[in-house]
């Protein structure tokens, strides 16, 4: 089983920021594209963000398009969610994914290693 560490999560403002850290082996980090998601009370899980093994190509749902950042630092088997101008609709429980490909990709099935998840609440 891969692990995957996540952290950063919190109680934040309407309007304000978080970033979201997960770390992994190195071995994980390697050859695989990673992706976060994120689920709400009694809805189903969705994709926010992903990103390449390289880094160049990143995808994001439209609901995060433009307010939220991936990346990832090889350096240190890495990959973040910076999230700003947070809304209320962004509560939920954020879970980093990792997927054995090069490639990113918007659909859970296609992760094969998941972490377990950090509390992100937009409240005022």
């Known amino acids: 089983q891969v692990q995957l560490v996540e952290s950063g999560g919190g109680l934040v403002q309407p309007g304000g920021s978080l970033r979201l850290s997960c770390v992994t082996s190195?071995?994980?980090?390697?050859?695989?594209?990673m992706g976060w998601f994120r689920q709400a009370p009694g809805k189903e899980r969705e994709f926010a963000a992903s990103i390449s093994w390289s880094g160049t190509i990143t995808y994001y749902s439209d609901s995060v398009k433009g307010r939220f950042t991936i990346s990832r630092d090889h350096a240190k088997n890495t990959v973040y969610l910076q999230m700003n101008s947070l809304k209320i609709e962004d509560t939920a429980v954020y879970y980093c994914?990792?997927?054995?490909?090069?490639?990113?990709?918007?659909?859970?099935?296609?992760?094969?290693?998941w972490g377990q998840g950090t509390q992100v609440t937009v409240s005022s």
């Open positions: 994914a990792a997927r054995k490909d090069y490639t990113p990709s918007r659909e859970v099935s296609d992760y094969d290693s």
């Open positions: 190195r071995r994980t980090f390697t050859g695989y594209a």
